[in-house]
């Protein structure tokens, strides 16, 4: 067993006020919360990884809030003001992130998002779009957030989808970049951040927490606040969260690329975007529902294979292209499609499941945890 010396025991591994499992999105923005409210808080954050491995860094990089086609669906899933309220968290997410941070720094481009429909008609279309553009006003003070624009599809080099709907708020960013500010401003404030080191278990004490890492080393804290997400049942067995993989892959450079935006179909399972000249394109989970809820990050040539398909076939054929590249994240999901946040029964409090959303639910989330956590101080 590795033994710490006092400097390590007074500094990297002093006890803590609140020690984080998950240095991705929602622990990042969970600590920055934490210390906005009380700065004088010790907040330490553990990362199993060199860096966050589950979906953070490994994403396709949307700033969005739902396509029409999957705000339906939310709709038949969890009733109109459930969706409006989870809809409004990922609005009100994407201006915190843009309010925290230049656009520059993290790769954001406004540049607008589009969802392809084949499965409506014309006037059933219209129909729905006007009805979520009544809902969403409130949200997005915009008073046609949705607009049908067919008419744009070949000059996006686009083909074999009935329809195009534009959605102008909508837009990009480098989820990598976005990693690295959120890090650098907790280590700023003052938040320790210990990456490479695995959270196997933890004992409930009357002090609070003791946590093991790499069954050689353990850490105290008053909280422990799991935001692991797709990973939390390693270390609790309640709430089960289910992993969904999202593979995705990127061709190589396209002169004149005319696609620009980001681009959803089939409520939301397909999407792309384009990444300077190249086409960036995910999902595909819904061919393979049970193969593609798993931990692991290999990906499978199935999905890999669809998705190349699925471009040829929608992309104009005059438009080449190679697959250069693919990599896989793992997000977390529940039944109800919303994010778990609350004590858990083993103890630990948990922010998880942002199911698929995490880009721009976790500024928000971080805020209830904060509260949550400190009225137990």
């Known amino acids: 067993m590795k033994s710490l010396s006092i400097w390590e025991k007074q500094t990297s591994y002093a006890p803590a006020d609140v020690l984080i499992i998950g240095a991705g999105l929602m622990g990042l923005w969970t600590a920055l919360e934490l210390k906005k409210s009380r ?10 990884n ?3 491995l589950g979906a953070s860094t490994r994403n396709a990089g949307f700033a969005c809030f739902g396509s029409p086609t999957e705000l339906l669906s939310d709709i038949q899933t ?24 230049p656009d520059a720094v993290i790769g954001y481009d406004p540049c607008g998002g589009y969802e392809c429909i084949n499965d409506m008609d014309a ?14 006003l409130n949200i997005t003070s915009e008073q046609a957030v949705f607009q049908r624009v067919d008419e744009r599809m070949p000059a996006l080099g686009l083909c074999a989808f009935n329809h195009l709907v534009a959605n102008r708020t909508e837009a990009a960013l480098h989820s990598g970049m976005l990693v690295e500010q959120l890090s650098a401003m907790a280590l700023s404030k003052g938040i320790r951040i210990l990456y490479g080191l695995t959270a196997t278990r933890f004992e409930k004490t ?18 422990l606040v799991c935001c692991t997400n797709a990973f939390t049942n390693e270390l609790l067995q309640e709430p089960v969260i289910s992993p969904g993989r999202g593979q995705i892959i990127l061709t190589s450079p396209i002169p004149n690329l005319p696609m620009q935006g980001t681009f959803h179909f089939d409520e939301g399972f397909y999407y792309w975007r384009h990444l300077g000249d190249r086409i960036l394109l995910g999902g595909g989970r819904n061919i ?16 890999r294979e669809a998705l190349t398909a699925f471009l040829r076939q929608h992309l104009h054929p005059s438009i080449a292209f190679t697959v250069e590249q693919s990599w896989s994240g793992i997000m977390g999901f529940t039944g109800n499609k919303k994010p778990f946040t609350g ?19 976790t500024p928000i989330i971080a805020e209830t945890v904060a509260t949550d956590i400190l009225n137990h101080f």
């Open 39 to 48: 700065p004088a808080l010790r907040i330490t954050l553990v990362e199993r």
């Open 50 to 52: 060199s860096t966050p």
């Open 123 to 136: 006037g059933e279309l219209d129909d729905k779009l006007n009805y979520l553009n009544q809902l969403l």
């Open 206 to 223: 009357t002090a609070g927490y003791t946590l093991f890492v790499d069954d050689t080393i353990s850490l105290t804290a008053k909280q």
């Open 288 to 303: 393979d529902f049970a193969g593609e809820e798993t931990h692991s990050l290999e990906g499978s040539a199935i999905i």
């Open 343 to 361: 004590f858990t029964p083993a103890g630990p409090y948990a922010a998880i499941a942002c199911n698929g959303m995490g880009v721009a639910l």
């Open 78 to 101: 969890m009733g109109e003001q459930a969706m409006l309220d989870l809809a409004g968290m990922r609005w009100q997410g994407i201006q915190k992130i843009r309010a925290h941070f």
